[in-house]
């Protein structure tokens, strides 16, 4: 609820466009529910072979870590579109979210010690199918 008001109401104040506010609505509903979901399997996968390793937890830490990396994983899809056209961005953008989602999976693997390619496509199939949502979302709903 508070990342998606939090991007409706700027999305609010900086477009003003009821349209754009709509889409961008649905588009968010329909792909961070897919990616919760997603997310939340894969963390607890992934703490359930942290926790067979042994390795301590720190809230703080996990909390601090967490905020860097979604600011840097939303960084990776948005610097495509200030550099380009958004029809030319759209593709650029996606293959650097997948290239970087492969590269978590690879990473998640090597942490907790899984085979890093099985891990590596877990993680792209799944962030794969909340990308094409959100595509899909934006087709149907073409403002």
Known sequence: MISTTGALAGIAIGSGNKSVILLTALVIIAVESTSMGASEFISEETEEEIEKLKLPANPMVSGFL???????A???PLVPYLFFA?????PISV????????ILGIVKGKL????????ALE????????TSIGIVVGIVFKV
Do not use: C, D, H, R
């Open 112 to 119: 907790t010690k899984l085979n890093p390619l099985k891990s």
């Open 123 to 130: 993680v792209l199939v799944i962030g794969g199918i909340a």
């Open 74 to 76: 939303g960084l990776v």
């Open 95 to 102: 293959m650097l979210a997948l290239v970087g989602l492969a």
């Open 66 to 72: 967490i905020f860097i990396s979604y600011v840097i």
């Open 86 to 90: 958004p029809a030319e961005a759209i």
